[in-house]
C-alpha cells in the first residue's frame, strides 16, 4: 500500500537553512507537495512538484525529487521564526481524485530559535 | 480568486449532543469536497469525500455523517457525540478529478 513517512521534528537557528525530508512507497505518484500547519489554523499549500522534475524553487523554499529512491525534500532558506510550523509531505497520482485523493505524512514541526 | 470557509472555529459539545459543522467554497464550481479529522500532534484522516451533489463516500466507519445539500456546500453532522470525536476538523476542495487540494481554516471540537 502507499505511505509517506517524515521525521517528527526539527529544530534550527534563525538564519540557517532547514532541510526537512520526505520518503514515499508508491513509485507510480505524479505529483507530490509540501503544506504547512501554523498553530491552530488548516493547511496552507506551499509548493509542488511534478514527478517528472528534480527540482522546483520558489523564492526562499527548494524542492528537490529523487524519484529513483523514492525521496522528496523541502529546503528552506534563511529559516525565519515565522516559519516555525508543521510540514506536511503528500503524494497523488494523476487523476486521482476521492479516497486515493492525497496521502499525507505525519507532518515535521519545525522549531526555528531565534 | 477561490475562497473556502468553515465554521464554527471553535466548538465545545458534551457527550450525546448532535454535531453540525459547515464548509462551503466560493469561487469555483463542481469542486471535489473533502472532510479530514486531525488528532493531536497526528497527521489527516480522510472521513469523506464527495464528486457532487448528494454524492458521499465514507472512508472509515464511525460516528460521523457528511452530506452535500448544494454544490459547494458541505455539511458533517452526527446525532450523538463521543469523547472520540474530539479533534480538530478540516474540510478542503479541489477542481473536480484533479489535485492539489486547498484547505479551510478548521474546526477545533471538544467533547467534555
Known amino acids: 500500500g502507499e505511505d509517506v513517512e517524515q521525521s517528527l521534528f526539527l529544530s534550527v537557528r534563525e538564519g540557517d537553512s532547514s532541510v526537512i525530508n520526505c520518503t514515499y512507497t508508491d513509485s507510480s505518484s505524479t505529483y507530490l507537495y509540501w503544506y504547512k500547519q501554523e498553530p491552530g489554523a488548516g493547511l496552507q499549500l506551499l509548493t509542488y512538484i511534478f514527478s517528472n522534475m528534480d527540482m522546483k524553487q520558489d523564492q526562499r523554499l527548494t524542492v528537490l525529487l529523487n524519484k529513483k529512491d523514492k525521496h522528496l525534500s523541502l529546503r528552506i532558506a534563511d529559516t525565519q521564526t515565522g516559519d516555525s510550523a508543521i510540514y506536511f509531505c503528500a503524494e497523488s497520482k494523476e487523476g486521482d481524485t476521492g479516497r486515493r485523493a492525497l496521502t499525507f505524512g505525519s507532518g515535521t514541526r519545525l522549531q526555528v530559535q531565534p | 480568486s477561490q475562497t473556502i470557509h468553515q465554521w464554527p472555529a471553535t466548538l465545545v459539545q458534551p457527550v450525546g449532543s448532535p454535531l453540525s459543522l459547515e464548509c462551503t467554497v466560493e469561487?469555483?464550481?463542481?469542486?471535489?469536497l473533502y472532510w479530514y479529522r486531525q488528532a493531536a500532534g497526528r497527521g489527516l484522516q480522510l472521513l469523506f469525500y464527495?464528486?457532487?451533489?448528494?454524492?458521499i463516500s465514507s472512508e472509515v466507519p464511525q460516528n460521523l455523517s457528511a452530506s452535500r445539500p448544494q454544490d459547494r456546500q458541505f455539511i458533517l453532522s452526527s446525532k450523538k457525540l463521543l469523547l472520540s470525536d474530539s479533534g480538530f476538523y478540516l474540510c478542503?476542495?479541489?477542481?473536480?478529478?484533479?489535485?492539489?487540494?486547498?484547505f479551510g481554516d478548521g474546526t477545533r471540537l471538544s467533547i467534555l
Open positions: 464527495s464528486v457532487g451533489i448528494g454524492q
Open positions: 478542503a476542495w479541489s477542481v473536480r478529478g484533479r489535485q492539489p487540494q486547498h
Open positions: 469561487g469555483t464550481s463542481n469542486p471535489n
